[in-house]
C-alpha cells in the first residue's frame, strides 16, 4: 500500500520570504508524485506533477518540488512566498500500473503568509 | 472551457435521510473520481469511473455509498441513510483518460452536513 506524510500541518511564513513544504511518501511499487493547492472555498488545482526525467520540476505561480528518490521525498519550495500563496497543500502519488490512478493524499499542508 | 461542475454546493440534511450530490466533469473527460474531504480523515478516494469499464468501487466507506455515471457523462453518489460522520466536502474530478499521470480537474466540491 502506498502512503503520504506531510510534516508539517501548519506553515506560517512572512510575505517575501522562503518556504518548504515537506512530503514523504512510502510505496512498494514506482508512483507518480503531484502537489496539488487548494485556496479557500474553492477545488483542489495542480501546481506540478512528476513523471520522469529530471528531478526538478517547475511549476505554476512559482513553485519548484525536487524528486529524491532515495528519501521517498517530494518537498515543495518556493523563493519568495506572496499573501497570494495563502492555502493549503496537498501532497499526492498515483501508482504507475494502478488503473485508474486514483490519488492517495497526505493530510494537507496550512501555508499562511503574513505580512 | 467550463471545468468541473458539482451541485448543489452546500447540502444540509437529518441524519436517516438520503441525499444525492451531483457531478459534471469536463467534455471530453473519459475518467471520473469522487474524493471526500473530512477533518478526521483527509481527502479519500471513493470510486472511480472508465469509459464502460466497471467501477473501481475499493474506497466506498459503506454499502450506503453508492454511484452511478449515466451515459459516460454525469455522475450521481448517493448516500443512504446518513449518519453525521458523512458530514464532509464531497469532491469530484476527471481527467482526459484514466491513467496515472494524467492531470485530475477537481470540481469545487459539495458540503454535506449530515444533522
Known amino acids: 500500500a502506498q502512503s503520504v506524510t506531510q510534516l508539517d500541518s501548519q506553515v506560517p511564513v512572512f510575505e517575501e520570504a522562503p518556504v518548504e513544504l515537506r512530503c514523504n511518501y512510502s510505496s512498494s511499487v514506482s508512483v507518480y508524485l503531484f502537489w496539488y493547492v487548494q485556496y479557500p472555498n474553492q477545488g483542489l488545482q495542480l501546481l506540478l506533477k512528476y513523471l520522469s526525467g529530471s528531478t526538478l520540476v517547475k511549476g505554476i505561480n512559482g513553485f519548484e518540488a525536487e524528486f529524491n528518490k532515495s528519501q521517498t521525498s517530494f518537498h515543495l519550495r518556493k523563493p519568495s512566498v506572496h499573501i497570494s500563496d495563502t492555502a493549503e497543500y496537498f501532497c499526492a502519488v498515483s501508482r504507475f500500473y494502478n488503473q485508474g490512478g486514483k490519488l492517495i493524499f497526505g493530510q494537507g499542508t496550512e501555508l499562511s503568509v503574513k505580512p | 472551457g467550463a471545468g468541473v461542475s458539482q451541485s448543489p454546493s452546500n447540502k444540509v440534511t437529518e441524519k436517516g435521510k438520503d441525499v444525492e450530490l451531483r457531478c459534471d466533469p469536463i467534455?471530453?473527460?473519459?475518467?471520473l473520481y469522487w474524493y471526500r474531504q473530512s477533518l478526521g480523515q483527509g481527502l479519500e478516494f471513493l470510486i472511480y469511473?472508465?469509459?464502460?469499464?466497471?467501477?473501481?468501487k475499493s474506497g466506498l466507506p459503506s454499502d450506503r455509498f453508492s454511484a452511478e455515471r449515466t451515459g459516460g457523462s454525469v455522475s450521481t453518489l448517493t448516500i443512504q441513510r446518513t449518519q453525521q460522520e458523512d458530514s464532509a466536502v464531497y469532491l469530484c474530478a476527471s481527467s482526459l483518460a484514466g491513467t496515472p499521470n494524467n492531470e485530475q480537474f477537481f470540481g469545487p466540491g459539495t458540503r454535506l452536513t449530515v444533522l
Open positions: 469511473f472508465q469509459g464502460n469499464s466497471a467501477p473501481d
Open positions: 467534455s471530453g473527460h473519459t475518467a
